[in-house]
């Protein structure tokens, strides 16, 4: 059990530092805070639908949401959610 918390927490860990790195994304700047840490529970538009609750934190790190950048994503399901999450272990 233990294991598996940690290969969550590293999953998250490495999930917010890609958003960050290749996004320009500081999950800790969003409100709230802990919201992405279980990534894997979120749909897509779940996901954007946080992002866009936080337009204002986001425009400051020079980040902005275009109606496209919803659309490219929309094929993220929680299948391909976990795969990450697997990808990143190996």
């Not at 639908?49 to 425009?59: D, V």
């Not at 109606?67 to 697997?86: I, L, M, N, V, W």
């Amino acid at each position: 059990m233990t294991a598996l918390n940690r290969e969550k927490r590293a999953a998250a860990k490495q999930f917010l530092t890609d958003l960050k790195e290749f996004h320009g994304i500081d999950a800790r700047a969003l409100n709230p805070k802990t919201k992405l840490d279980e990534f894997w529970k979120l749909e897509t538009t779940e996901f954007f639908a946080h992002l866009r609750k936080n337009t204002k934190t986001l425009a400051v790190q020079n980040v902005r949401l275009t109606g496209t950048d919803e659309e490219k994503s929309a094929p993220a399901s929680k299948r391909q959610k976990t795969r990450y999450c697997h990808s990143k272990r190996n």
